[in-house]
């Protein structure tokens, strides 16, 4: 839900840029704005998820209690891996309902290519909807840039305009009716991407999967890369595992002898 970084992704995807690189030639093309942290770090997608969850769920959303996370730590090797394990990045806002309570958050995703998002580039957005009845939907536009953003602006201003004329609030009405309680994240069950730099030496690798089984994540995937005989960079994909299970696990491996920095952990969606 934000043409921005959703560009400076789609740039580092295809290019193999930095983020910092790919920020400036947002800037450059008038898709970021001077002082981007409202984008980078996710707080527009944010603002806009407790606006699109209160009306979807029914249940007014504050948007401070939406888990918010920016792009700022992805770096090229991540979309470098990510594309060897069969996924994209990208900026989600996630909305779900699960057994009456919900689940709203805002934060980089891995994110199968098979998946309708995953083709979403440049500076486009692109709303996914899947309906009990309706099944899945996709709403698809350019959402960053002179035009679109001016367009959309004037639109608000339009229909401002028509609802004083007319003395009516607005035809989406507030349908907050009800009070459902938004999951705390250490609740939500994603899949793991986990990038991590270790000493080449036997064991190292042994230990931490020790402590993810321990801690109830199972691995899936794990690529290592870049090994030079003093050091190597592990990248994991787990299963899917709530996330309070994960932050026990990354707490514990970080301290295990002979792994010396845990460089990226981002949360994937699973096929389907």
Same mark, same amino acid.
């Given at each position: 839900m934000n043409g921005t970084t959703n560009f400076i992704l789609t740039r580092m995807a295809e290019e193999g840029a930095e983020f910092e690189d790919s920020l400036r030639e947002a800037q450059r093309l008038g898709y970021a704005e001077p002082d981007p942290t409202n984008d980078v770090e996710g707080f527009d997608a944010a603002f806009k998820l407790a606006i699109l969850g209160s009306i979807a769920f029914e249940s007014r959303v504050p948007v401070d209690s939406v888990y918010r996370e920016g792009i700022t730590g992805i770096g090229a090797r991540d979309m470098e891996y990510a594309g060897q394990l069969g =996924?994209?990045?990208?900026?989600? #806002?996630?909305?779900?309902? &699960?057994?009456?309570?919900?689940?709203?958050?805002?934060?980089?995703?891995l994110l199968p290519k098979s998946h309708p998002l995953a083709a979403v580039t440049g500076p486009f957005n692109a709303i996914f909807v899947r309906g009990s009845s309706v099944g899945e939907v996709m709403f698809y536009g350019q959402g960053a840039g002179t035009m679109p953003t001016g367009s959309a602006v004037a639109g608000d201003i339009i229909d401002v305009a028509r609802n004083v004329r007319s003395g009516s609030t607005g035809r989406v009405a507030c349908t907050c009716f009800e009070d459902k309680p938004v999951k705390p994240m250490a609740e939500v069950t994603t899949r793991h =991407?986990?990038?991590?730099?270790? #000493?080449?030496?036997?064991? &190292?690798l042994a230990a931490s999967a020790t402590v993810c089984g321990e801690e109830g994540v199972s691995l899936a995937s794990v690529l290592q890369m870049g090994a030079s005989g003093e050091s190597a960079e592990i990248v994991w994909l787990t299963h899917p595992a709530e996330e309070g299970k994960m932050r026990r696990s990354l707490e514990r491996i970080e301290k295990l002898d002979g792994v010396s920095e845990i460089s990226s952990w981002i949360r994937a969606e699973a096929e389907g």
């Open positions: =996924y994209t990045i990208k900026l989600l #806002a996630i909305g779900a309902e &699960v057994d009456g309570a919900l689940e709203m958050r805002v934060h980089p995703t =991407y986990l990038r991590t730099q270790v #000493a080449d030496r036997p064991g &190292v």
